[in-house]
């Protein structure tokens, strides 16, 4: 069974440019959840999305935004890019069993630099 | 959700049980007790987690106190390859249908040695 993919692994912006991650869950897992993390400040959480609705969001300005959609595939989008937005950008997803476990499965990340 | 208190970092020789040590003094009687890893550039992999009883599976063994306001992580006979961040994180059950956000702390860096 195919883990979590994230695309891009890698890629290059520049300040004031946006950007927009991909991820695709495990086949049959409707929870996607979004995590930034760095060396200063860890991995923090961005926002969860549960069969196309967001249903939790973590402390980060509206730029930082995504969706999901009916296939359960999530995209985030990050706007008016700034140097510390550079980080590593992960995707986790989670099936209606694993919800209660608390059990994710991590994708690889989207690593991110901004210049 | 509860915070935890992990050593930075530890060493472990190869073959050798790691056990990492996590307190969570401030955990409610709901709130489950997992463990992630993370080897370099990677995600994050689970490990396990447990309430109250000791938990067991191919990868770990996790021991909560009595009072469970701490926790050990045991791996067996560590390899190289668990060379890792290890999480302890501590949330509650799900309710109300939402999903959780779990808090990473800074975790512990397990160093295996040869």
């Known amino acids: 069974k195919a883990g979590v993919t994230q695309t891009p692994r890698y890629l290059i912006k520049t300040r004031g440019q946006q950007v927009t991650l991909s991820c695709s869950p495990i086949?049959?897992?409707?929870?996607v959840s979004w995590y930034q993390q760095t060396p200063g400040q860890g991995l923090q959480f961005l926002f969860e999305y549960f069969s196309e609705t967001q249903r939790n969001k973590g402390n980060f300005p509206g730029r930082f935004s995504g969706r999901q959609f009916s296939n359960s595939r999530s995209e985030m989008n990050v706007s008016t890019l700034e140097l510390g937005d550079s980080a590593l950008y992960l995707c986790?997803?989670?099936?209606?069993?694993?919800?209660?476990?608390?059990?994710?499965?991590f994708g690889e990340g989207s690593r991110l630099t901004v210049l | 959700d509860a915070k935890t208190t992990q050593p930075p970092s530890m060493d472990c020789a190869e073959g050798r049980a790691a056990n990492l040590p996590c307190n969570h003094s401030?955990?409610?009687?709901?709130?489950?007790v997992y463990w992630y890893r993370q080897i370099h550039s990677q995600g994050p992999q689970y490990i396990i987690h447990g309430l109250k009883n000791n938990e067991t599976n191919e990868m770990a063994s996790l021991i909560i106190t009595e009072d469970r306001k701490s926790s050990t992580l045991i791996l067996p006979h560590a390899t190289l390859r668990d060379t890792a961040v290890y999480y302890c994180i501590v949330r509650g059950g799900n309710s109300g249908g939402s999903n959780y956000k779990l808090t990473f702390g800074k975790g512990t860096l397990l160093t295996v040695n040869p």
């Open positions: 986790a997803s989670s099936s209606s069993g694993t919800i209660l476990t608390g059990e994710l499965f």
């Open positions: 401030t955990i409610s009687g709901n709130e489950y």
């Open positions: 086949s049959g897992h409707r929870s």
